[in-house]
Antibody
C-alpha cells in the first residue's frame, strides 16, 4: 500500500528557509495531488499547499508569499520550501495524498525554528 | 475563505454511548466537499468520512457522517475505548481548511 515519509532538518534558524521532502513508496506519485499540512504543538491543523504531478500548485493565501512546492516524479518525491521562518513556523509537518480529502498521511516530522 | 466551527470543544462520554459532533461552515460547502478525521496523540490524522457521508476504507460502520450546505455531523453510534481522540472536520476546495477540533474524552 502507498506510504509517505517526510524528511528534512528538524531545526531551522529564524529567517532561514525550511526544506522538507516527502517520499512516496508502494505506488506512483503520478496523477495525484499532494499536500503539506502542519500542526503546532497542542493546536489544530493548517493546510500549507498542494502540488499536482504536472507541477501546478495551489497555496494557502496566508503563506503564499513564503511557500514553494516542487515535484520530482522520477524519484517519487515532492518537496516544500518555506522561507523567512520564525518561531511561529515551529510545528509538526505532514505530507498527505490529496484526493480533495487527505486519505493517506505521512507520520509527520517535527520542525523547530530556533537560533 | 470558508471558516469551519466545531462544537462542542470537548465532549465527555462513556464507552457504549452515542457521540454527536457538529461542524458548521461560514458559507455553503459545495458538493458536500466535507471530510472528518480522527487524531490520536502522537499520530497523524486518519480520514474517517469524505463527501460528508462516505466512509473511508477500513472505517467501522459505527462512524457515520451527514449534513449538507453549512451544517454537518459526525456520529459515532456506540463508543469503543479506541474512539476517544480529537476529531476534525475539513472542507476541501481551492483553499482547504480545518475546524478547530472536538476532543472526545472518557467520562
Amino acid at each position: 500500500q502507498v506510504q509517505l515519509q517526510e524528511s528534512g532538518p528538524g531545526l531551522v534558524k529564524p529567517s532561514e528557509t525550511l526544506s522538507l521532502t516527502c517520499t512516496v513508496s508502494g505506488g506512483s506519485i503520478s496523477s495525484y495531488y499532494w499536500s503539506w499540512i502542519r500542526q503546532p504543538a497542542g493546536k489544530g491543523l493548517e493546510w500549507i499547499g498542494r502540488i499536482y504531478t504536472s507541477g501546478s500548485t495551489n497555496y494557502n493565501p496566508s503563506l503564499k508569499s513564503r511557500v514553494t512546492m516542487s515535484v520530482d516524479t522520477s524519484k517519487n518525491q515532492f518537496s516544500l520550501k518555506l522561507s523567512s521562518v520564525t518561531a511561529a513556523d515551529t510545528a509538526v509537518y505532514y505530507c498527505a495524498r490529496d484526493r480533495y480529502a487527505f486519505d493517506i498521511w505521512g507520520q509527520g516530522t517535527m520542525v523547530t525554528v530556533s537560533s | 475563505e470558508i471558516v469551519l466551527t466545531q462544537s462542542p470543544g470537548t465532549l465527555s462520554l462513556s464507552p457504549g454511548e452515542r457521540a454527536t459532533l457538529s461542524c458548521r461552515a461560514s458559507q455553503s460547502v459545495s458538493s458536500s466537499y466535507l471530510a472528518w478525521y480522527q487524531q490520536k496523540p502522537g499520530q497523524a490524522p486518519r480520514l474517517l468520512i469524505y463527501g460528508a457521508s462516505s466512509r473511508a476504507t477500513g472505517i467501522p460502520d459505527r462512524f457515520s457522517g451527514s449534513g449538507s450546505g453549512t451544517d454537518f455531523t459526525l456520529t459515532i453510534s456506540r463508543l469503543e475505548p479506541e474512539d476517544f481522540a480529537v476529531y476534525y472536520c475539513q472542507q476541501y476546495g481551492s483553499s482547504p481548511g480545518f475546524g478547530q477540533g472536538t476532543r472526545l474524552e472518557i467520562k
